[in-house]
């Protein structure tokens, strides 16, 4: 590769060019991007920079960054050329000094670089682009003056753009981008006049620096007033307004000001001022919330998004998600993209700084009102017209337990039918993980889940929020994930989605299925990219034991047994993890005050009391996604001291869709089938599980051994599933078929989850949440499980009774009494008969299989002597045998 000091050519720069350059050196720090520019030049061949901007000090610092990369200097003559400069720009400006700018055509100088190729076919130049922005991002140790110099779309003049190196020279960003070879472009170019050739490569580049501004610094937005007006002028609102003032009996004009108004209330006012301010005044902010903020794979997602159209779709867990978003993007040099905020969120004073941050406002219902549904459409598609990144959530509000809700798709359909409309630039959909060790609206939370009314927002509550300042909330994490090309999923959907946008009120018959199946996507590959941090670890160990307690010893191998599951068994290559070790993991929940210590002379004991147990559900709910393969085995050796493998298996199968749409898992059947292979083989070699009958079956410790009571703390993560699954089902059979509605059947699953958590102290709000059991319903009737007769009413499939069977194998009797006992309706219960474990859980011999069910009665009779009760099990097998192997 050439560079500057090898080069044959001997710089030429005038004496007053290198003395300003001495002069600038103070001001100015340069972070080039990439660090290591060099390696994207080809050994060899001369290089050519082309700069956006004709400048004095462009020209200064291209020249300092070449030099520091190690690069060929830009002042130096062309190799192979009659130009005295390595350097040319597509605008320039002028002689005088107080003249006007004037864009000047580049072609001269590609003219010239294509005439010094002809007759040398073996000869080529390369074209690097360079991109120079200073004060992109005043740092917090920038004054607020400075922020009116940073960068922008206009080319200011020679004064202004001395004032923006002194004050904002710190924070001077070179863009290096991968070099063109121009002998290749010309013979791509099918043997053109050199002076259309020219032209061809200017537009090509002046694209190339616009998408890279529009990148870094944010699209070039024009007032507010402009989208305003292409929008009221668009032709389906136009269209609505006439329809308005028709059905309403109005003049036009008046429906006209009605239209106007809701584009109003609806648009952002983004001003990169302000972007900047806010930026300020965050990072202050953010330190004193957070002891840190940490970004995964977001190197991965920033080259991904050059040449598209970028919707940000991160999960929704607290209104700080938002503000992180957008301030580490800005800090990373990343334009802040506008942002989909619930019109609550307009208050006084706060809505009008939020729309100028980039937040366009939508109401919760589009319902009744087909003018703003058109306006707000109409947005939409302005936006991703004039390729402006967006970031909206698809959850359609924060999560109150944890888990990822069930997407809401209609901003994803909006998206979707505007990109149809104009399919300009491909659109990418990026999903985000934010994962948090604290949350700020903990407690609220838990009110809103135990029935209390959420809290309207107000100017006031939120004065009153700011004593959230006063306390700590640890580290944030946001995790980039997998990014979702639309384009591909339109070419499964139909060979003709090219042809469905011409007309703007179509909806193609594909088009649900394609959204929904986005938006399952989304939420995958958001659970993909998830943060394990050291809260998450201590809340899936501690809330598994029934007074959530646990000796340190036990809970340390507990801990390193959660973080050997997750290295050996990768959920997917963007999972993040902790770093502590166990024993530094619980130092770090106290310091937190999630845990706290309780001196014993037999050996400490860590403990989550009250509100902390129940708040510490929440962050166990972020990553239950991760351990579901290992906890549904354990689950299979809860009331079973052995099972066979195939049986695992199988009821796995089953199951698997039940699990897969309430976590958005991201394997198929046979995939889940091969991670639970790999699972048991997992706690095989950890000594949890024992293989016998040549690996065919499958036998766990006895009840009081460190083997059992790990697996029992690993299935408790799951649990609970199953049991709302079984209220379902139970709820569906005690009042038998054409007997309820899915709304009441919802209603009564949700009473009798919440009773059942009042009597069993249950520390998981989410245990009687309405949503999870609409979404094991809706995966019932997707199956065919469960249909809706003519008259509303369910009715289900014979086959509810081979779930309730299965059932068995997992939940103990004692469970499953007591759900039927307190679960509303008639006489009728599931399937006569009690078997103390399914038929195909059993080994396959008869004297294993006799020995099992010796076990298993004697683990029930243990459990329930324990518990206190007075019933005795019968024994069919003959006397139990002679030692306790209790499974607690």
Known sequence: MTTAADSPARPRAPWWFNLAGQLLQPWVRIRRDPAEPAALLQAGVPVCYVIERDGFSDALILQRACREAGLPNPMQPLAGTRR??????????????????????????????????????????????????????????????????????????????????????????????????????????????????????????????????????????????????????????????AATAAKEKISHAKAWRKAHKLVLEIAADYSHPVVRSASFLLSNFWNKLYDGIAMHHFDKARAAAPGHEV???????????????????????????????????????????????????????FRGNALYSVVFNEYVAQLIDRGVPMEYFIEGGRSRTGRLLAPRAGMLAMTIRAFLRAPRRPVLFQPVYIGYEKLMEGKSYIGELSGQPKEKESLLGLLKGLKVLRQRYGHVALNFGEPIELTPLLDAASDHWRSAGTDPEAKPEWLGAVTDRLAEQIQVNINRAADVNPINLLALALLATPKHAMAESDLLTQLDLGKAMLEELPYSDRITLTPMNPAAIIAYGEQMGWIQRVQHPLGDVLTATGERAVLLSYFRNNVLHLTATAAWVACCFLNNRRMSRSSILRLGRIIYPFIQGELFLPWDGDGFVAQLQATIDFFVRRGLLEAVSDGRVLERSPGQDDGAFQLRVIARSLIQAFERYYITIAALVKNGPHTLTGAELENACSLTAQRLSLLNELTAPEFFDKALFRGFIQKLRERRIVWTDDAGKLDYDASLEGMVRDARVILSREVRHSILKITPGGDKEPAAGDPAVAPDALPADAAATDLHRRHVVAEQREHERRSGSDRRLPDATGPAPPHRDAAE
């Open 84 to 241: 005295r400069r390595s350097v040319f720009a597509l605008a320039r400006r002028d002689g005088s000094l107080l003249g006007r700018n004037r864009k000047r055509n580049p072609n001269e100088a590609l003219r010239q670089l294509v005439h010094s190729l002809e007759g040398l076919p073996d000869s080529d130049i390369q074209i690097m682009p360079v991109s120079i922005y200073v004060g992109r991002a005043p740092s917090r140790d920038s004054g607020w003056f400075r922020v009116l110099f940073s960068e922008n779309w206009v080319m200011v003049g020679r004064f202004r753009r001395m004032l923006a190196l002194l004050l904002n020279g710190r924070d001077t960003v070179v863009h290096f981008s991968t070099p063109v070879s121009l002998r290749q472009t010309l013979d791509e170019s099918g043997g053109i006049t050199p002076e259309r050739f020219a032209r061809k490569v200017s537009r090509v580049l002046r694209t190339h620096f616009h998408r890279i501004r529009a990148a870094v610094i944010g699209p070039d937005l024009s007032h507010k007033r402009t989208v305003v007006d292409a929008v009221l002028n668009a032709e389906p609102v136009r269209a609505a307004i």
């Open 311 to 365: 919707i940000y779709v991160p999960c929704h867990r607290s209104h700080a998600d938002y503000l992180l978003m957008s301030y580490q993007l800005h800090v990373s040099g990343v334009v802040v993209p506008h942002i989909a905020a619930g019109v609550n969120l307009d208050l006084p004073l706060i809505g009008p700084i939020l729309r100028r941050g980039g937040a366009f406002f939508l109401r919760r219902s």
